[in-house]
Nanobody, 125 residues
Framework: VQLQASGGGLVQAGGSLRLSCVAS????????MGWFRQAPGKEREFVAA????????DYADSVKGRFTISRDNAKNTVFLEMNSLKPEDTAVYYC???????????????????WGQGTQVTVSS
């Protein structure tokens, strides 16, 4: 499985961006998908996750109420809608796929089997 993330860019504080991640292969609809981010000098951290069907979502407290994760299984794509962006949201954002589809440890990087290349999000103050 290959994951290709896109949609990052430079935006002012308070602005919005929509990230996309397209997956290759026929088993996308069975994977839990997640978004993580990594700021310079910091560890990669969990942002959001969505169940294989899209019926269940989870968010880091820092983005709850501002970010929305969704997916389109027909298009093998997962999205991250980011609103009310803050300078502290600046990071490289990565999408990831969990083959098990159901792990309760969705917030851990080790849970995920496949990773995209990352897309840079920069929020200016």
């Amino acid at each position: 499985v290959q994951l290709q993330a896109s949609g990052g860019g430079l935006v002012q504080a308070g602005g919005s961006l929509r990230l996309s991640c397209v997956a290759s292969g026929r088993t996308f609809s069975s994977y839990r998908m997640g978004w993580f981010r990594q700021a310079p000098g910091k560890e990669r951290e969990f942002v959001a996750a969505i169940s294989y069907s899209g019926s269940g979502t989870d968010y880091a407290d820092s983005v709850k109420g501002r970010f929305t994760i969704s997916r389109d299984n027909a298009k093998n794509t997962v999205f991250l809608e980011m609103n009310s962006l803050k300078p502290e949201d600046t990071a490289v954002y990565y999408c990831a796929a969990d083959r098990s589809g159901y792990s309760s440890r969705y917030y851990l990087t080790d849970t995920y089997d496949y990773w995209g290349q990352g897309t840079q999000v920069t929020v200016s103050s």
